[in-house]
């Protein structure tokens, strides 16, 4: 663990920026033995964190629910374990959102609504829209603000108030299972299999910077998949290698892949 890195794992310098503000919050944990943590990371930030901290013990990647999108990187001193993420004193906060059942405003409206309201996206987890309620996490350090002045998304009106991160509810994603044979594991197979496209168009997207596997961006078609991680193509959407079989009589490798739609 070392802070060099960060000029090796750094692709931008908004990603140098990043990282260096993390790595200060989680290193001021570590040496006053306290609770720490980061904001809200995209899963290609947190993929950079964990090649900044490697293995280091007491580290979580947290979003208040387990499949979270945008998670925070928190440090546990060893008086504290995992169920204090959960607690009231949680680095996060679970807001819900209720309005009229006949409005129905989206994901898009509630960000564009937070942000309108002075708030950095950064501070700013996972926004789950559902019918007449809307989940969403926010930091604790912002969440007084928002009861207090966060009142509508756009022309809908909001009433607000906070919940235990347990009673959050999180919309079941809505997943298309694709039951295929592939060559090899290699990026551009998986794509051409997830997307139903061809291996060449597959390959042209990976090379136009398109692509990112568990949010680390990916140029090369070579690449070979791990089970279960998630792909992004963008213009596309999102897939995962839910799972990988065995080889077929004519050599061809099974695999079972989830489109997200």
């Known amino acids: 663990m070392d802070r060099a890195n960060i000029e090796k794992i750094a692709n931008t310098a908004e990603d140098k920026l990043l990282l260096a503000k993390v790595w200060d919050k989680i290193q001021a944990g570590l040496q006053r033995n306290?609770?720490?943590?980061?904001?809200?990371?995209?899963?290609?930030?947190?993929?950079?964190?964990?090649?900044?901290?490697?293995?280091?013990?007491g580290l979580y990647a947290f979003g208040g629910y387990e499949d979270a999108e945008r998670k925070m990187l928190v440090y546990l001193p060893e008086y504290l374990d995992e169920s204090t993420l959960m607690r009231e004193d949680s680095p996060l906060i679970c807001i819900r959102a209720t309005f009229y059942q006949g409005d129905t405003p989206s994901h898009r409206d509630f960000l564009g609504a937070l942000m309108g309201s002075g708030i950095a996206r950064e501070t700013v987890g996972d926004i789950c829209v559902g019918n007449g309620s809307?989940?969403?996490?926010?930091?604790?350090?912002?969440?007084?603000?928002?009861?207090?002045?966060?009142?509508?998304?756009?022309?809908?009106?909001?009433?607000?108030?906070?919940?235990?991160?347990?009673?959050?509810?999180?919309?079941?994603?809505?997943?298309?299972?694709?039951?295929?044979?592939?060559?090899?594991?290699?990026?551009d197979s998986i794509i051409s299999a997830g997307f139903r496209i061809s291996?060449?168009?597959?390959?042209?997207?990976?090379?136009?910077?398109?692509?990112?596997?568990?949010?680390?961006?990916?140029?090369?078609?070579e690449k070979l998949v791990p089970e279960g991680a998630k792909i992004?193509?963008?213009?596309?959407?999102?897939?995962?290698?839910k799972s990988v079989g065995g080889q077929t009589k004519k050599g061809r490798t099974t695999v079972v892949i989830d489109r997200y739609v």
Do not use: W
């Not at 609770?35 to 901290?53: D, H, N």
């Open 34 to 57: 306290i609770l720490s943590y980061s904001c809200f990371l995209t899963p290609r930030e947190l993929e950079m964190t964990r090649y900044l901290f490697g293995n280091l013990e």
């Open 134 to 187: 809307c989940d969403f996490f926010v930091s604790a350090e912002i969440a007084p603000y928002l009861l207090q002045n966060f009142t509508s998304a756009g022309r809908t009106k909001l009433h607000l108030e906070a919940i235990q991160l347990e009673l959050a509810q999180i919309p079941q994603a809505q997943v298309q299972e694709i039951r295929d044979t592939v060559a090899s594991c290699r990026l």
């Open 199 to 221: 291996r060449s168009l597959a390959a042209q997207h990976i090379a136009a910077g398109k692509v990112a596997i568990n949010g680390l961006p990916v140029e090369k078609a």
């Open 232 to 241: 992004s193509l963008r213009g596309l959407g999102k897939i995962q290698l």
